[in-house]
């Protein structure tokens, strides 16, 4: 059975920084040829906030640009999330999401990210 598994999320003040950790179980990483992170915040629809191929091609919603930074070891079958410079906008659930041509989509359990003073 595929499974994801997001960690890393946590309560930090504006400015600080986390790194979200999808840990894939039952399927190796490389299997997923688009792995994304999405996010939900109270109130809102969920939002693509990065996504990154198998060829480390990513992209990134405007509001994080330059700020967060979406990769991928193959070797640890881990996708991360490197967020810096947290807004208070940016509290929210995270979800891992992956793609593959078999199993279609999978997704985690989320983990959740609130910037607070």
């Known amino acids: 059975q595929v499974q994801l598994v997001e960690s890393g999320g946590g309560l930090v003040q504006p400015g600080g920084s986390l790194r979200l950790s999808c840990a894939a179980s039952?399927?190796?990483?490389?299997?997923?040829?688009?792995m994304a992170w999405y996010r939900r915040a109270p109130g809102k629809q969920r939002e693509l906030v990065a996504g990154?191929?198998?060829?480390?091609?990513?992209n990134y919603v405007d509001s994080v640009k330059g700020r967060f930074t979406i990769s991928r070891d193959n070797a640890k079958n881990t996708m991360y999330l490197q967020m810096n410079s947290l807004k208070p906008e940016d509290t929210a659930v995270y979800y891992c999401?992956?793609?593959?041509?078999?199993?279609?989509?999978?997704w985690g359990q989320g983990t959740q990210v609130t910037v607070s003073s």
């Open positions: 999401n992956g793609l593959t041509a078999v199993d279609g989509t999978t």
């Open positions: 039952g399927k190796n990483i490389l299997s997923f040829y688009f």
């Open positions: 990154i191929t198998t060829r480390a091609m990513t």
